[in-house]
């Protein structure tokens, strides 16, 4: 569920023709800050304020490849290790745990508890998955997204803010990314500065391997769903089998490159240009 959440949200920046390498960090950050910030601001307010600096990332980002002309890999790059450094200058190291008190709040419990025995995480999966996807094919944002990714020039002739799409993809990208890390932490408040590191590699695989072409235009976020399945479960099936945790790092690596491969032809088939 959180790979899915996070694969979603690489699925609409790839649909723009862009990419995010910062939403392994963003997830980091925002988990963190909502366990630095509770005790000040409560659950409620730490919440909030760990999503509203998620925004700000994309936003940030958003700005400086939609107004600045910068390409999204550069720009995303140094959003990595900018907001991993910012972790590693705020905790100086080292996180405190969750109290007892916010453990028990019920926003904690709702984000990272079980309902009906299964996880939360799971129910917030498929909640986000029909709202985004009502997003992607019922409303012009959709729409403009997919012509923005597609082909920028002819949308942006038809009237369309190419710009301000592509800022909305970063920011919804980052928002989830956030939200990921929260739900996370709310779930298993055991925490380290080095929360999730190397998983926008795997988001990005997730969201290839569900069939999103990195030429833009074209996707699915219910296949980028299914995508963080089938690389989650590798993941527990290598554990299963007691195999080395670098196995996993090897396999995402091989896995990319062969849906990159597939990827480009799938794009020649359709007559895109990669």
Not at 18 to 28: N, Q, W
Not at 232 to 238: G, I, K, P, V
Request: net charge positive.
């Amino acid at each position: 569920a959180i790979l899915g959440l996070m694969a979603m949200g690489q699925a609409l920046v790839i649909m723009s023709k862009e990419i995010d390498l910062s939403v392994g960090s963003v997830y980091g950050l925002s988990g963190v800050a909502m366990i630095i910030l509770t005790p000040e601001l409560g659950v409620p307010g730490a919440i909030a304020t760990a999503l509203l600096i998620a925004l700000l990332v994309g936003f940030l980002q958003g700005v400086a490849v939609a107004k600045g002309h910068l390409p999204s890999m550069i720009v995303t790059l140094g959003g990595l290790f900018t907001v991993r450094g910012i972790i590693y200058v705020w905790t100086g190291g080292s996180v405190h745990n969750f109290s007892q008190d916010a453990r028990a709040h019920p926003l904690t419990r709702l984000f990272g508890g079980e309902i009906f025995g299964i996880d939360a995480a799971i129910f917030w999966l498929l909640a986000i998955t029909l709202m985004l996807n009502l997003l992607l094919w019922a409303t012009p944002f959709g729409n403009r997204l997919l012509a923005t990714g597609g082909d920028a020039e002819s949308a942006a002739s038809r009237g369309v803010r190419t710009d301000r799409i592509k800022i909305g993809a970063f920011m919804l990208c980052s928002l989830l990314a956030g939200f990921a890390g929260i739900v996370t932490l709310a779930g298993n408040p055991q925490t380290h500065v080095t929360l999730g590191d190397l998983m926008e590699l795997e988001a990005i695989s997730a969201a290839v391997i569900g069939g999103c072409l990195l030429s833009g235009g074209r996707g699915s976020l219910i296949g980028a769903v299914l995508g963080a399945f089938i690389v989650t479960s590798f993941r527990y099936e290598l554990i299963a089998l007691g195999a080395p945790s670098s196995w996993f790092i090897t396999f995402v690596g091989i896995v990319l490159i062969v849906a990159v491969i597939f990827n480009q032809k799938l794009a020649r088939r359709l007559g895109q240009r990669v």
